[in-house]
């Protein structure tokens, strides 16, 4: 609850901790449920000290991520063909895919510094070598396109 997230940021900023990430590691999150987290998070920390840290195991990392930053979040954790998972709760999948992240920011015409066709190859790179499909639809879709 964002009471409780606010009383553990407050904790935090007490014994000084500088940064904190509002995460959903496990990914059962929603847009409105990290708006409140992050609410309660702004009331002991400056935006600038946030990031945010969303897993897509029920399909809402990227939607949580546009909801952060439209309250002003600007630093975000994800992984390249969404890798990754969460030790604490089986099946959950890894962190939003880089790939998404940026393909949306750019389409709202937020400057990255990435190549987002470079970042969709290294994905596949890494995806092949571990044997497993890309996590990022915009990956397997500018890949789809490319082969077509």
Known sequence: P????GYLAGLMKGIGVQRVDVAD???VGTPRKVQAALE???EHYGIDEVSGHFHD????ALSNTLAALEMGVWNYQSSVAGLGGCPYAKGA???VATEDVVYLLHGMDIET???LDA???AGAYIS???GRPSGSRVARALLAKRNA
């Open 2 to 5: 964002p009471e409780r997230v």
């Open 25 to 27: 590691t496990i990914g």
């Open 40 to 42: 309660a998070t702004l």
């Open 57 to 60: 195991t029920y399909g809402q």
């Open 93 to 95: 999948t890894g962190n």
């Open 113 to 115: 510094g990435i190549d």
């Open 119 to 121: 970042l969709v190859d």
């Open 128 to 130: 092949e070598h571990l």
